[in-house]
């Protein structure tokens, strides 16, 4: 109970105030989006910087990290893809969507805050890791996927290769600009040259780590006031059930007993793996105009949900440490 109230109050109290102030019309989604924007490409990027900058000890990680987790994100999206077929409603263009609310974690808004807070700067170590492939991985699956059930259906004209090249490509793109990646980079590059920062440069970094995790969280909470829970609850809460619940037991297992990754790690991506869906699923729909407001419930009830199954599952770590 005390990890719940000292790690978990804190982490969805910022949400809930987001929340609140969204509802409010203290903030509208034009300032959300200005939040978001300084969040992605100064905040975070200001935070894993100065992690990176201390130096990572490398030769200590294992890769079992990223076997297991991407291994259950593999294991599950395929569960995930059979339960759409217990939905009639759930088409075959919509099918790989639905799947990837159950593999998606919010490892950024919620995931580094709430890891920061639990198992210090040390511990976004490992999450770096998945961090540093997650869309490049997930997203052109699905993509590649949405574009070749609409295509079966007669909504896609576009070659074969077209199909699969471009989401690859693109990805390939948006992964090199991308500033949290960029700010792994640079940050490994200075710890490798042996730099010292300037005071200045210092200082500043160390303000923006600090104003991440609450900002990020904030967002958070003023994103989630525009969802719902809308109409056929049952396919939110069967992927919710599998993001909350098979995701982090199959990455434990695979983790833990098939790749010998260290205990501190296991939990860290255990931890990751429980996270609710990550709005960059809701934001993939809205892109293909598909599975849309039924993705916005499913995020809005994970979210909810989690406060419970990360307070369970945080306990169960931190005390076994």
């Keep these: 109970m005390n990890i719940a109230i000292t790690i978990i109050l804190p982490v ?32 975070m990027p200001a935070l894993l910087f100065r992690s990176m900058a201390q130096g990572i000890p490398w030769g200590t990680l294992n890769p079992g990290i990223l076997y297991a987790y991407y291994g259950g994100c593999f294991l599950v999206f395929l569960a995930a893809w059979a339960a759409g077929r217990l939905f009639p409603a759930v088409t075959d263009s919509e099918r790989p969507i ?64 077209a199909r699969w090249i471009d989401p690859i490509r693109s990805s390939l793109r948006a992964t090199a600009r991308n500033p949290l990646i960029i700010a792994l980079i ?41 969802f719902h829970l809308g109409k056929r ?4 809460a069967v ?12 990455v434990w297992v695979l983790a833990d007993r098939v790749f010998g990754v260290p205990p501190e790690h296991v939990a860290i991506i255990t931890i990751g ?14 892109q293909y105009d598909t599975y849309v407001i039924r993705m916005g419930t499913a995020t809005l009830l994970s979210t909810l949900i989690s406060a419970v199954t990360l307070s369970a599952l945080l306990t169960v770590f931190i005390a076994g440490q």
């Design 12 to 43: 969805f109290a910022m949400v809930v105030a987001g929340y609140w102030a969204a509802r409010r019309g203290l903030i509208t989604q034009a300032g959300v989006g200005g939040l978001t924007a300084f969040i992605y490409y100064v905040a």
């Design 98 to 161: 639905m799947a990837m609310g159950a593999i998606y974690s919010n490892l950024g808004l919620i995931g580094i805050p709430l890891i920061l807070m639990g198992f210090g700067e040390q511990g976004l170590i490992p999450l770096m890791m998945v961090i540093s492939i997650h869309a490049l991985i997930l997203v052109p699956i699905v993509t590649i996927l949405v574009e070749l059930t609409a295509s079966e259906a007669g909504g896609n004209e576009r070659s074969g290769r």
């Design 186 to 226: 640079a940050g490994e590059v200075v710890a490798l040259s042996g730099i010292t920062l300037p005071r200045p440069i210092d200082t500043v970094t160390a303000m923006l780590r600090d104003a991440a995790a609450p900002a990020a969280l904030f967002t958070l909470g003023a994103t989630l006031a525009g």
């Design 233 to 236: 609850i049952a396919e939110a």
């Design 239 to 250: 992927i919710s059930g599998l993001k909350l619940a098979a995701l982090p037991a199959v």
């Design 273 to 286: 793996a429980a996270l609710p869906i990550g709005i960059n699923v809701f934001l993939f729909a809205k």
